[in-house]
């Protein structure tokens, strides 16, 4: 509860000094969109596994605006020089993302009516997230955008909130299947209705990323980036045994986001 609240504030924090810089001191916009894939780790399949990471892909789009303290828009002049205004940027995203969910791994291939149960069933959830992430580039912003360097790298910390719209296909008919060939099978309890959560609902979440900027021109950049996003709820997949019976769907569910974009200085 606590790491919620502190999440909800922070978040609430950088958009107020977002917002209020923007329309208070003067700093100058950057606006760009971004897509790439989306590994989803969930309930779904096994964790650490490579066929689940490569099977529960999806795929996410948006748009981000960066708050850029190095140069002054109202007087066309840079900023008076801090270690602050050269080296960090606020980052503000919307973004959707959609990922299809299915049991990977070395239970879901058996040739049994566990096996068949699991290969019988599948998920996906949709997500809309917003939110906003402090940048660091550890080379100099001014340096960069004057042509000093074609790559400058990053590192961020962030909190999203995120509506999630979960689905789960398939369970009631598996289960009736399962039941008649297997009876005794523990998926029939670990799966049961209760372990299956399918209502839209809201949470935070908090991000980290690493990534790098390609100077494209003089007032655009190429992105590259990979961001990890940690939920602060299990949920997300619309899928979650009881974790005091089956430690091993304990986890939160997390993604990574591997994107390429395009921002244009304004």
Known sequence: MLIKVMTKALLSC???VSFYASAQLGFSHELGVIAGPVPFQSDYGLRYDFETNKGNLGFGGGIVHYLNFSYQSDCDCYTTYTFFNDHFKI???????????????????????G????????GRTKLLNIGAQLEFFPLSIRDFENGGFAISPFGSIGVMYT???????GYEEARAILAAADPDNNLLAKYGPDAINVESGGVFSLTGSVGARYKFSAISDVLLE??????????????????????????ND????????YIFYL
Do not use: C
């Not at 096996?115 to 599948?122: I, N, Q, T």
């Not at 509506?163 to 296909?169: G, K, Q, R, W």
């Not at 961001?227 to 304990?250: A, K, V």
């Open 115 to 122: 096996g068949e149960f699991l290969r019988s069933v599948s």
């Open 163 to 169: 509506n999630y719209t979960p689905e789960a296909n």
């Open 14 to 16: 950088m958009l107020m």
């Open 254 to 261: 997390w993604l990574f986001f591997l994107t390429i974009g």
């Open 226 to 251: 990979a961001r990890w996003q940690y939920f602060l709820s299990n949920d997300i997949d619309g899928l979650n045994p009881n974790p005091d019976l089956y430690p091993e769907n304990r986890a």
């Open 91 to 113: 980052r503000n995203e919307l973004s959707y993302m959609t990922i299809d969910l299915n049991h990977f791994g070395e239970l879901a291939e058996k040739n049994s009516p």
